[in-house]
Structures are given as C-alpha cells and as structure tokens.
C-alpha cells in the first residue's frame, strides 16, 4: 500500500506516505527555474521573454507561495496525522492481544483449534489499523493532486511543459540510479557470500 514492490530502496528512502512529498513540487519548481533564470540571464536583461521557467512573473510567484504555505500546512496536519496513526500499534489492545498470543504459542494451544480464533482476534484488531492507513494515504494523495493542479493553474502553458519534463526526468533517473544500486548491493552480498563459504570450506578442508 504504502511502498510498491517496483520501487527501488532509493526511492523508498524520500517516500512520503507512499508518494512524493508534496513540498517537493515547489523545490523542484524553483530549482528549475534557478537554472533555466542562469542559463538565459543575458536574454531576460534585455528584456526578452524565455516562455521558460526562468521567466516567471512577480504574480506567479506570489501565487506560488500562497499555494506552497498551504500545501506545507496540510502536508504537517497529515505527517502528525500518520505519526498518531503509527502510534496506535502499540496501544494496549495491540500490546494485550500480542501477549497472549504470544502465550497461546508457548503453550502450543494454537495446535488445539485455537487457530482461528487467534486469526480471527488478529484481524479484528488489524482491520481498523489498515483503513486509518488507507484513509491517511487518500489524503495524501488527494494533497499530492491538488498541490500539482495547483502548480499547473499558474504557470504558462510553455512552463507547464519544462515543469512536467523535469519532473518526469527526476522521477525516472531516481529509479534508474535506485534500481542499478539495488543490483549492485544484491550482487556484491551474493560474491561476499560466495567468498565466505569458499573460506568455510578451506578452512574445513585443513
């Protein structure tokens, strides 16, 4: 729900529940057109117009930083919101059925029909955990959505095209440079565990 097999660890790393943070959208807006502002300095001075995002209005601005105030306050309201969500998988109800649970196992009753029983108070108490999850990541989602429409709204058409395309080119480089790193670490653990058996067994063989 929240990490999808296809993404890389990489990726995991900067996931805001299950997704791009929101105030990212601002980040990468400005960093763009930081760059694309160097790029054709000698252009805007002369008074030119780029179409890019290099060429954005004193009005889009101000327009950017409203929607950016907002969407960071929510982004918090929701972030707290999951940290108490989170927090309820140590309430007494979780710590209680773990125990005994827990107990039913040392005791080897679970062999004794109990297992039903055990699944059925496992996924009473599992149940409310995963729809508040759920429900976090709507909103997460639907603040995603909202703060990207809202970016869009305000650019120009030509700009909407350089923000999509960075965005894009961001999104697919992380996973490729994400995916060769996973690659990479899973065949040097394989040859680490190649080399440490071949050591056992000399080492065996002496």
Same mark, same amino acid.
């Given at each position: 729900?929240? =990490? +999808?097999?296809?993404?890389?660890?990489?990726?995991?790393?900067?996931?805001?529940?299950?997704?791009?943070? +929101? @105030?990212? %959208?601002?980040?990468?807006?400005? @960093?763009?057109?930081?760059?694309?502002?160097?790029?054709?300095?000698?252009?805007?001075?002369?008074?030119?117009? #780029?179409?890019?995002?290099?060429?954005? @209005?004193?009005?889009?601005?101000?327009?950017?930083?409203?929607?950016?105030?907002?969407?960071?306050?929510?982004?918090?309201?929701?972030?707290?919101?999951?940290?108490?969500?989170?927090?309820?998988? !140590?309430? !007494? =109800?979780? &710590?209680?059925?773990?125990? !005994? &649970?827990?107990?039913?196992?040392? %005791?080897?009753?679970?062999?004794?029909?109990?297992?039903?029983? &055990?699944?059925?108070? &496992?996924?009473? %108490?599992?149940? +409310?955990?995963?729809?508040?999850?759920?429900?976090?990541?709507?909103?997460?989602?639907?603040?995603?959505?909202?703060?990207?429409?809202?970016?869009?709204?305000?650019?120009? +058409?030509?700009?909407?095209?350089?923000?999509?395309?960075?965005? %894009?080119?961001?999104?697919?480089?992380?996973?490729?440079?994400?995916?060769?790193?996973?690659?990479?670490?899973?065949?040097?653990?394989?040859? =680490?565990?190649?080399?440490?058996?071949?050591?056992?067994? =000399?080492? #065996? @063989?002496?």
């Amino acid at each position: 729900m929240l =990490s +999808p097999t296809w993404r890389s660890s990489l990726e995991d790393a900067f996931l805001w529940i299950g997704g791009w943070r +929101p @105030s990212m %959208a601002f980040h990468l807006l400005y @960093s763009k057109a930081g760059l694309q502002f160097e790029a054709k300095l000698d252009e805007l001075l002369q008074g030119l117009r #780029t179409s890019d995002l290099g060429d954005l @209005s004193a009005t889009q601005l101000a327009q950017i930083d409203e929607i950016q105030k907002r969407t960071i306050a929510e982004e918090r309201e929701i972030t707290d919101m999951m940290a108490r969500h989170q927090e309820t998988v !140590a309430d !007494a =109800s979780m &710590v209680e059925l773990s125990h !005994a &649970v827990s107990e039913m196992l040392r %005791a080897n009753e679970t062999d004794k029909g109990g297992n039903k029983e &055990v699944e059925e108070r &496992v996924d009473s %108490a599992l149940m +409310p955990k995963e729809e508040g999850l759920e429900e976090i990541l709507q909103r997460a989602d639907d603040l995603r959505l909202r703060t990207l429409q809202g970016i869009v709204n305000i650019l120009r +058409p030509k700009q909407c095209i350089h923000f999509l395309i960075a965005a %894009a080119e961001l999104h697919l480089r992380l996973h490729e440079w994400g995916k060769k790193r996973d690659t990479s670490r899973r065949l040097n653990e394989g040859t =680490s565990s190649d080399e440490g058996t071949t050591h056992d067994l =000399s080492t #065996t @063989s002496r």
